[in-house]
Structure formats: structure tokens, C-alpha cells
């Protein structure tokens, strides 16, 4: 298959490319065979994340060497994305932070660990989206919505999705603004576009970065990670049109959804390294392709005696 951001650090040069574009130009760079270019438009997102975000500065976001994607928000926000890949890459793994707009720490970890997938990528392609929602990422304040009001961790079309979403959003929440469904499943670009992305990449593994429960969470198939870091499994239950029941439930891609434990600081950098860590270890042991489609490994049961 085609990996439309197959990035190295030799290829850092694109990425410096857009970054050095003044204000308002535009250009043209490809993103792998077979898939549409995608417009440069701007100086990049280096310069507002420095800004926004916690604990990242501007060579951390630099060395990140994000690239533009066809995505957009709904703002007409350009959706950045990297892959680091292994020289014996196995497995596809998919992060993705700041889906929720006020939780500033999940965007800073992705950046994060883009550096540490650098140094250690294990046997995994790795694509990281570090901020899904930058439109409400760049609020004042920030928003857990997108610029529709759309909560889009309930956006993603799960069985039964016009019926059960409006019902939970309405009985459940008390029809809590911050946590609006949308009017119909992928209503919003900005799902719209992870949407097809898992289509194209079809990850086996996605991990997507929240805050500030402090806990892990796991939908799909397999035994979840135990923990990352200390942060511990914690599982906080299945919601109409979250990414976690429709990846991990629906699409049977399995989903570790890591809840950091503040919104507007990143655990220590030690920590995060240890979290990565904790990462790689469960995945080399749990997570193996076959026949291209993703599989957790279950624990093997111990018999007493």
C-alpha cells in the first residue's frame, strides 16, 4: 500500500518548506502516490502551538516536522499530520490528540512522543495527528467543540447512531452544549477527515489522546494495557458515537484512549518517556497484524494448580 505522509527526517526539508511560507502564500505538496496534493497555505502550525500549547517549544514542534494534510476544520484550518516509520515496521498505529479543544496537554503529548518515535519507533508505522480539533484548540479560552458547537468524540457513525446518540445526548447529559452530538454521523469535517483516514491507513492500533480523568481507557478487541506510565486501565464505558465504540467496538480496531491527568500541563518529561515505554512493551506483545487487519492478542488464561 501507499503511505501518503511517509516521512524520515530527510524529508524534513518539506516540512521546513511550509513552514517558511509567508503569510497567505500557497503551494503545492505531494503526499504520497496515489493520493490528492495538499494546500500550504500559511506559516504552519508551529507558531500557534509554541503559543497555545503547554510545555512545547519551538525546536520540539520544528523537529516534529509536520506536514499539511488534505483535512481541514471547519474554520479551514489545515489538518498537520507526521509518520515516522520503522525500517521493520509491522504494525500501523494511529495517534491523535486534541479532539477536544480544551485539552491543550493531549496535543502537547503527541507532539511529544513524535520525538520519541523518532529515537525508538519499534517495528510500528506511526502516524501521529497532533491536533484534531484546532479550531477549538485555538479559542479564548479553548473549547472542547469544534467551531459548530459539535463534540465530534460523538460525531463518529456507530450502529444505530440517530437513534441512540440524540437519546443519550438528551436523557443522559441533559443535553449538555459541550457534549452535542451533531445533527447527523460525520456532520463535521473534522471527523469526516479521521473518518477516512482510518479507512486509508487502517491502523492496528489507535490511540487517542485525552484529558484530565487521569486513567486509561480500551475499546475492541484483545486485553487492553494494563498501564501507561501511571496512568492505570479504568474503563469508562461505551458512548453513541464516540471513536472508541466505533473503532474499537464497530470496526474492530482497537482503541487505547489515554486520559491525561490535567488538560493544561503535560506530566513530567519523564513520564512521558515512561508512557511510551509502557506503550512499546504492550504492543509488542499484544498487538500483531494478520491478513492486514488488526488483532490484539488475548491474555492466555492461567489455570489454578
Known amino acids: 500500500m501507499s503511505f501518503p505522509f511517509f516521512l524520515t527526517r530527510g524529508t524534513g ?3 521546513l518548506a511550509a513552514l517558511l511560507l509567508p503569510f497567505g502564500a500557497s503551494a503545492r505538496i505531494a503526499t504520497g502516490p496515489g493520493h490528492p496534493l495538499a494546500d500550504v497555505v ?28 488534505v483535512g481541514r476544520s471547519l474554520q479551514g484550518r489545515t489538518l ?18 486534541a479532539m477536544h479543544g480544551d485539552e ?6 503527541a507532539l511529544h512522543w513524535i520525538q520519541r518515535a523518532v529515537e525508538t519507533p519499534s517495528n510500528a508505522h506511526w502516524r501521529f495527528i497532533p491536533a484534531l480539533n484546532p479550531d477549538g484548540l485555538m479559542m479564548r479560552p479553548a473549547r472542547r467543540m469544534n467551531a459548530r458547537g459539535v463534540d465530534l468524540n460523538r460525531n463518529f457513525p456507530t450502529p444505530n447512531w440517530t437513534r441512540d446518540a440524540k437519546v443519550y445526548w438528551e436523557q443522559r447529559t441533559k443535553k449538555d452544549p459541550r457534549r452535542w452530538p451533531g445533527p447527523s454521523p460525520l456532520s463535521e469535517p473534522e471527523s469526516r477527515y479521521l473518518h477516512d483516514e482510518m479507512q486509508r491507513f487502517q491502523p492496528h492500533l489507535v490511540v487517542s489522546v485525552h484529558a484530565p480523568y487521569g486513567v486509561l481507557d480500551f475499546d475492541g478487541p484483545g486485553t487492553a494495557p494494563p498501564k501507561l506510565g501511571r496512568l492505570y ?19 474492530g480496531m482497537p482503541v487505547v484512549t489515554v486520559e491525561l491527568p490535567s488538560a493544561f500541563r503535560t506530566p513530567l518529561d519523564a513520564e512521558m518517556r515512561q508512557m511510551w515505554l509502557d506503550l512499546l512493551r504492550w504492543m509488542s506483545e499484544r498487538v500483531v497484524p494478520e491478513d492486514n487487519s488488526p488483532r490484539v492478542v488475548p491474555e492466555r488464561v492461567k489455570k489454578a494448580g
Open 13 to 15: 526539508l518539506l516540512a
Open 42 to 69: 500559511g506559516s504552519g502550525p508551529c507558531q500557534e502551538f509554541v503559543a497555545r500549547l503547554p510545555n512545547v517549544k519551538s525546536q520540539l514542534c520544528a523537529d516534529a516536522e509536520l506536514l499539511p494534510t
Open 80 to 97: 498537520y499530520a507526521r509518520d515516522v516509520v520503522a525500517p521493520d515496521a509491522k504494525i500501523r498505529v494511529l495517534v491523535i490528540g
Open 104 to 109: 491543550l496537554s493531549s496535543a502537547s503529548l
Open 233 to 251: 486501565l479504568d474503563q469508562v464505558g461505551i458512548f453513541p458515537g464516540s471513536l472508541g465504540n466505533y473503532g474499537g467496538v464497530h470496526k
